[in-house]
């Protein structure tokens, strides 16, 4: 049987090289680690340590030993952890309704870190249109749900899950590709492809030009669709200009197939949120994770949108809030 009090006190003398540094790293006495390494010692049947001179070494067998050591302490580690999330309820299933192109690309990571940090909790992701996340919700089709719009229900409560930049993509021969910044009003004779009536997209779009005495009636509408994947390939190929979220850009972009263009006086911002019903029986799952949404530790995540000065306005915020 192993163990892991010896184990612990051999890995901590081997990184010291020193017995009494490895007693004041565990609270004991320099006798007591000398008898957990002899202990050990005897049971591996073989000498783990050296003396030459006044320095202590580790022998061929200690050295063989230590990354062994290393990692069943850490296994035993994330077993008493994954032992205490399941004392504690952390069990379950949670499904999630996401309804915004931005939100697929960023959900996903961090569901899987979710996963590795509470294995007993099994998530699904389910894309849907925005108008069914509220309806998949009540009928407790899901637990959370992803939307690109505020919503001012008691029964309901939002959280802003990151902000989502939408950019102008041209393909790359395209003459707007030289200049990169347009004026509003040079959009009015371009083809155009354009979302979806439901979508986020479309509707900061409309809203952003209407402040411009411009609106869909004035816009060459070369076709409509729903997936902003198409969207990009098709502007790549050469067919027409699009306003997508800059989360489905950044392949394109890279290799050059497509270029962005600045509007000049468009705010293309929207913020996505994240929303649940209010529960009167709490539900651990969905409690744990809309916590860990915004861990300082997924920094990174919420910021991949690439809004400019995100991490600075919200690292303060992000402090604040409950780390799982």
């Avoid at 910044?181 to 952003?208: C, F, Q, W, Y």
């Amino acid at each position: 049987m192993i163990d892991f009090v010896k184990l612990d006190t051999f890995v901590l003398a081997a990184e010291t090289l020193s017995f009494s540094e490895a007693a004041k790293h565990l609270n004991l006495t320099q006798p007591t680690v000398s008898y957990h390494i002899k202990a050990l010692e005897e049971e591996m049947g073989m000498k783990l340590f050296e003396r030459r001179g006044s320095q202590l070494h580790l022998t061929e067998a200690g050295q063989l030993l230590l990354p062994w050591a290393r990692k069943l302490i850490n296994q035993s580690i994330e077993m008493q952890e994954m032992m205490l999330s399941l004392q504690d309820g952390v069990v379950g299933q949670l499904r999630i309704a996401c309804s915004t192109t931005a939100g697929k690309y960023v959900l996903p990571q961090l569901a899987a870190r979710f996963c590795q940090r509470y294995p007993g909790i099994r998530v699904s992701i389910s894309r849907c249109n925005p108008e069914n996340v509220i309806p998949q919700i009540l009928e407790h089709e899901a637990n959370l749900g992803v939307i690109s719009h505020e919503l001012l229900e008691e029964n309901f409560e939002l959280q802003e899950f990151f902000e989502d930049l939408i950019t102008l993509i041209v393909p790359a021969n395209h003459p707007w590709a030289v200049h990169r910044a347009i004026e509003p009003d040079e959009l009015i004779n371009e083809a155009i492809i354009m979302r979806e009536p439901s979508s986020g997209t479309r509707k900061v779009l409309l809203s952003e030009l209407a402040k411009h005495d411009i609106n869909l009636d004035d816009l060459n509408i070369f076709m409509e669709l729903g997936n902003a994947e198409a969207i990009v390939r098709t502007v790549s190929a050469g067919y027409a200009v699009s306003f997508v979220s800059t989360l489905a850009t950044a392949c394109p972009l890279e290799r050059g197939h497509v270029v962005d263009v600045k509007v000049i006086g468009l705010n293309l911002r929207r913020k996505i949120f994240m929303v649940r019903k209010r529960l009167e029986t709490p539900h651990r799952p969905q409690e744990v994770f809309w916590s860990f949404v915004h861990s300082p530790k997924n920094i990174d995540l919420i910021e991949m949108a690439g809004i400019p000065g995100y991490r600075k306005q919200h690292q303060n915020s992000s402090k604040d809030k409950v780390s799982n």
